[in-house]
């Protein structure tokens, strides 16, 4: 029951297809893999699919109609997919949900404690601690009701929330969302000292593409469902098309027309 | 005076009842959303099997209780699983439906196997009343009291230390994350519905014990259902606490008015606190931060 990191705990996403209602299309085709003690991010716009992806890696697309229709989803040589959400967190993969998604009405112990409902008794209030040794603002505060915490102490709950169980593999799903920038510097900060501090493998899902990729090892670039791009951070980081279409960065002075950017997607959805 | 008090603490006796199957419809409600209309019946099929245990065992209370409890986990199991799991994921209102025909099922049933003629409860003592600053207390009634006070501590520590209870509270608010946190919901549930059947069962035991075993045990769920409205239906302590509210307004409207005001008073009074309160008196309204 001790969710302890197993040795090889990788995840490899193959050939992913997610259907909602049977009909529409969010995911096509896409594979990718984390290792541990790496930060993978998935990049993309509203819409791309990243967040579906990590709904299929925890197995809650169910309630929202959707399914994982082809492909295959591996954690550690296992098959993920016959599994029951529940069985997945056992497993040692946790979701921080896209907006915290705090249980508003309890506390922050009680959420952080949530986040621990598959370890033991005894292994939770170890681990409370060391949550509490993570993020020490959050001590002062363990008996608010989290719904009136600020945006960034939610978030650090989220985080401490999901690092309850212990897990091998940790999705964050836009951490940065409507945070102020000196807020997301320290997330950030904490997610990357996690990386350092031991066999965890992170798998980062944002907008904030620049961000995301300065603390990251590895990058997805996902568009309409699809993988178009994928390398290094660094690698991503130099790409001009990169830097231009998804970083906002122009190496040419003055306006782009936008014919341009048509002709890009033109070419790249061949390429896709 | 007395005669004040006297109608006070008879009300609070039968509204330590619609107390305790208050808080059976709170607890399904807070977890799943749906309400259990047939909490009523299920208090009375509970009360059926007790009473037949009762009557073949020359009424031993341990197993009374005992069958009280199995009872409990038996029905709930069997309804989480015919009733509640086939209908996983389809809206709400078809599960409240379907425990509206479970109602009518379980009225029958019990129709058919002990008959439509009320029983007395065998063993069930009418012991010379207690008298205490003029009001007349069966020891039953205090036994139910006590019975009343011990269930809501215990529901309430169950909620905020137990783990699964706060499990329960967290499934409440966002279902969709529960899941994330390895909650098994369907587990949950069934935990929900053995609760809440295992208080029905105390409920209708006690009932039958100050009263009579009838088909009419069935309406008790009805009358209880505007205290768990009137306490927040999300709010298992708060249904309790109007659990005892309901009960006392209905015997006070019944002395001093008229008996036949005595079925409409409850429910005038949750008129009147829903204008005010619409979430209950202790409902959960949700936190917005702006």
């Known amino acids: 029951m001790l969710s302890q990191a197993p040795l090889n705990a990788d995840l490899h996403v193959v050939n992913a297809q997610v259907l909602y209602d049977g009909v529409v299309e969010a995911v096509r085709d896409v594979s990718f893999s984390v290792d541990a003690g790496r930060i993978v991010c ?33 954690f550690a040589g296992k098959g993920l997919t016959a599994l029951s959400s529940d069985g997945i967190v056992r497993k040692g993969i946790v979701q921080v949900p896209e907006g915290r998604r705090l249980f508003v009405n309890l506390t922050v112990e009680e959420n952080l404690l949530m986040g621990g409902f598959t370890v033991r008794a005894a292994e939770r209030a170890v681990r409370l601690e060391s949550v509490y040794s993570l993020f020490p603002d959050l001590t002062d505060h363990r008996h608010r009701v989290a719904g009136y915490l600020s945006g960034g102490q ?62 990251s090892d590895y990058g997805y670039v996902l568009e309409r469902g699809r993988v178009v791009f994928d390398g290094d951070a660094a690698t991503l980081l130099g790409s001009p098309e990169i830097q231009e279409f998804y970083l906002g960065l122009d190496q040419s002075a003055g306006r782009k027309s936008l014919r341009d950017v048509k002709h890009y997607r033109r070419r790249k959805r061949w390429l896709a | 005076m007395s005669y004040f008090l006297n109608l006070v603490f008879a009300g609070l006796a039968v509204g330590a009842i619609y107390g305790m199957l208050a808080m059976g419809y709170a607890i399904i409600y807070k977890v799943s959303r749906v309400v259990n209309f047939a909490q009523g019946e299920i208090m009375m099929l509970i009360g059926y099997i007790s009473y037949s245990v009762a009557l073949r065992t020359d009424a031993s209370a341990p197993l009374v209780m005992l069958s009280v409890i199995a009872g409990a986990i038996g029905v709930g199991l ?47 003592a009418t012991g010379a009343p207690i008298e205490l600053f003029g009001v007349y207390m ?38 969709t994350v529960s899941l994330l946190m390895g909650v098994s919901v369907s587990r949950l549930y069934r935990v929900a519905w053995i609760i809440s059947a295992l208080i029905a069962g105390i409920a209708g035991v006690l009932f039958a014990n100050i009263y009579h075993i009838g088909p009419d045990l069935a309406h008790v769920g009805i009358r209880a259902f505007p205290a768990a409205i009137l306490g927040g239906l999300d709010s298992v302590l708060g249904s309790a606490l109007g659990g005892l509210i309901i009960g006392v307004v209905e015997n006070l409207a019944g002395g001093y008015i008229a008996s036949a005001y005595k079925e409409i008073a409850g429910f005038v009074v949750i008129l009147v606190i829903l204008m005010i309160r619409p979430y209950g008196l202790f409902g959960q309204k949700d936190i917005e931060r702006v």
Do not use: H
């Open chain 1, 154 to 215: 939610q978030q650090m709950v989220a985080i401490g929330r999901a690092l309850m169980s212990s897990p091998s593999l940790l999705m964050l799903d836009e951490p940065s969302l409507g945070l102020a920038p000196k807020i997301v510097e320290q997330i950030f900060a904490a997610i990357s000292s996690l990386r350092d501090s031991g066999d965890i493998a992170i798998l980062l899902v944002e907008q904030n593409a620049r961000l995301a990729l300065t603390i």
């Open chain 2, 78 to 124: 069997l309804i989480e699983r015919f009733i509640v799991r086939p209908m996983l994921g389809q809206p709400v209102f078809s599960l409240v439906m379907m425990t509206i025909a479970l109602a009518v099922m379980i009225r029958a049933v019990v129709g058919l196997i002990w008959g439509l003629d009320p029983y007395r409860f065998p063993g069930s």
């Open chain 2, 138 to 175: 069966q020891p039953i009634q205090l036994f139910l009291l006590a019975v009343y006070v011990a269930l809501c501590v215990g529901v309430w520590a169950f909620l905020r230390f137990n783990i699964v209870g706060i499990a329960m509270r967290a499934t409440a608010t966002d279902s």
């Open chain 1, 42 to 74: 998935l990049l993309g716009a509203n819409g791309a699919g990243k967040s579906t992806l990590l709904k299929a890696i925890s197995g809650i697309l169910g309630p929202e109609k959707g399914a994982l229709t082809k492909g295959s989803i591996t």
